[in-house]
């Protein structure tokens, strides 16, 4: 049994649960298992995971669990794990997992594998891929025979269709104890797809001179449907706010597009956006490190191309709707 | 306080990533290591800041074999009061954490830091580990604290944000950026740093998780496409019917 840990925020799931569900169903038709979702807390619809070959979801329905607290999600997975008998658990590797796995995978006495982007089954044996040295590398661990707790990198896997199927859901309490630590505030920004979840990053460094220059971001990102991004010296000097950096000491993003705009592309920042699919570089200088890493490079003045990138965008847009 | 610093050794940042030739570890030879800088820049010294304002003491401490010292000194040279080596490879995180938890487990630490990850494996699951085995809360990617009245007030990084809790009682913390400011060691801290104990600690009998298979290079990226800044709808039309990313 494949037990996924399906992430929601104010009772819909994130993005990322869909990956885990497409995950887990894929490595369950693999190798033959059966493959069922736990989703904790308040939940508007949970059985719409069976669109993702998700049959059977578990609903620890208790507003104690709407706010993740690694004490108490521990103890549910675990003794749910344990009752289903699952030998391999598969949650996200977010701000919630990240806080989560180390401790499930002691709890459970299973091996631990964090931050994977892949599995494939070699030889009737189940490998896990995972990125190393900030993408310069690929790992491939054996998932042998004993417990394993997986966590998987969101924007790994394109989501499966849907399948029109609905999911049994079963309700379940579980005892929990939790941790003592309060949550007492939380600034997060809303109406916007979060970084690691979105597919298209448009991000911008110091080439942009200053704060008061980002409106041709803003525009090209609300145009594209994207999210925005910085490079560290512009949230180290406060143009932009810090949880949109991304780099080595930021956060890891892997888009399908991510567009550089006047970033030079410093070892650093490559180790955060190397793994986006499609990598456009605008610059004006010409030995821009950068440019080695991009898929498209435009060499001229961000100021004069940006527009007129956000106006062919538009354009298109116009053209294909 | 009675705090702990969990410190890892990495290779330096821009030491060149490449491995043996069965692929089954990193290639050593030739590379500079370095104490992993999430470990050193912010969950160290934001553990020497509290015990400037609170008092107390500072233990380092890391699993490893004895040329793994000069990390601990350069740790006591930027301010931990105390050193502890633990004379084991660490083939793992697991292996690591229960060892950790072998010496901490009867020494009542009120904080036990560590950084976020290590800049080598990226897995990030170490203080999670600990903290289970030593049955406290586990506190992931903080990037700010404050402390007073004996209790801590800590930023969380989340998606697209920030979360602010409050704990109540003792825990373990992974620090990310912002957590504090780097410093850098002196020539007086690089003398005292000689006369601080570093304790060499036999290792348990503990379990190791999973290990790596083999270690693999990314494919070569292609050349990059120039595309002309008097064209932009090229450019659109290539991320469209090429990259098929629009």
Avoid at chain 1, 242 to 251: A, N
Avoid at chain 2, 13 to 24: C, H, I, L, Y
Avoid at chain 2, 158 to 180: H, M, Q
Wanted: negative net charge; hydrophobic residues 40%; glycine residues 8%.
């Amino acid at each position: 049994m494949i037990l996924i840990i399906a992430e929601s925020k104010e009772g819909k799931f994130k993005k990322n649960a869909f990956e885990i569900a497409t995950f887990g169903s894929r490595i369950a038709q693999e190798t033959g298992r059966e493959c069922a979702a736990v989703v904790l807390g308040s939940h508007e619809n949970p059985s719409v995971l069976g669109n993702y070959g998700v049959p059977r979801v578990y609903h620890v329905n208790n507003d104690k669990l709407d706010n993740f607290d690694d004490v108490a999600y521990r103890d549910v997975v675990t003794k749910l794990a344990g009752e289903l008998n699952a030998e391999l658990v598969v949650l996200p590797h977010t701000a919630e997992g990240k806080g989560l796995t180390g401790k499930l995978s002691v709890a459970m006495d299973a091996g631990c594998i964090s931050a994977v982007n892949g599995f494939k089954v070699v030889a009737g044996e189940l490998n896990f891929v995972r990125p190393v040295f900030s993408g310069k590398a690929f790992a491939t661990y054996k998932a042998g025979e004993g417990k394993l707790v997986v966590s998987l990198i969101p924007n790994s896997l394109q989501i499966g269709e849907a399948t029109g199927d609905e999911a049994e859901v079963i309700n379940k309490e579980i005892d929990f104890r939790s941790s003592g630590i309060e949550l007492v505030e939380k600034n997060v920004v809303t109406g916007e797809v979060p970084l690691p979840e979105a597919e298209l990053v448009v991000s911008a460094g110091r080439g942009m001179k200053e704060p008061s220059n980002w409106g041709i971001i803003e525009e090209l990102a609300d145009k594209l449907g994207a999210t925005t991004a910085c490079s560290r010296p512009v949230s180290d000097s406060g143009w932009r706010p810090h949880h949109e950096h991304v780099g080595q000491t930021g956060i890891a993003i892997r888009p399908n597009l991510y567009i550089a705009i006047g970033i030079s592309g410093a070892i650093q920042h490559l180790a955060g956006v190397n793994n986006s699919k499609v990598i456009v570089v605008i610059n004006k200088d010409p030995e821009a490190p950068f440019f080695k890493a991009a898929d498209y490079g435009v060499c001229a003045d961000l100021f004069d191309v940006v527009p007129r990138l956000t106006e062919a965008i538009e354009k298109f847009k116009a053209e294909n709707n | 306080m009675n705090l702990l610093v969990c410190v890892s050794k990495t290779p330096d940042t821009t030491a060149k990533v490449d491995f043996s030739e069965d692929g089954k570890s990193y290639n050593e030879s030739g590379k500079q290591f370095i104490m992993n800088p999430y470990d050193e820049w912010y969950a160290l010294v934001r553990a020497l800041e509290l015990k400037e304002s609170e008092g107390g003491e500072v233990v380092i401490i890391n699993v490893g074999p004895a040329s793994n010292d000069s990390i601990l000194r350069k740790g006591l040279a930027i301010g931990a009061d105390k050193a502890v080596r633990i004379d084991a490879e660490a083939p793992d995180a697991l292996f690591a954490a229960s060892q950790v938890a072998e010496y901490a487990k009867d020494k009542d630490f009120d904080i036990i830091f560590t950084g976020k990850e290590t800049i080598d494996y990226n897995g990030g699951i170490f203080g999670g580990m600990l903290a289970e085995l030593l049955d406290l809360p586990f506190v992931s990617f903080a990037s700010k604290m404050d402390y007073q009245d004996g209790q801590a007030t800590i930023e969380r990084d989340v998606e697209g944000g920030v979360e602010v809790l409050k704990t109540n009682g003792k825990f373990v913390i992974s620090a990310s950026k912002g957590l504090a400011e780097q410093r850098i060691p002196n020539m007086r801290g690089i003398m005292m740093a000689k006369r601080k104990p570093l304790e060499v600690v036999e290792a348990a009998d503990v379990k190791t998780g999973p290990s790596v298979d083999k270690f693999e290079l990314p494919p070569e990226k292609g050349e990059v496409k120039m595309v002309d800044p008097e064209n932009m709808e090229e450019l659109v039309r290539l991320l469209h019917e090429e990259a098929k990313v629009i």
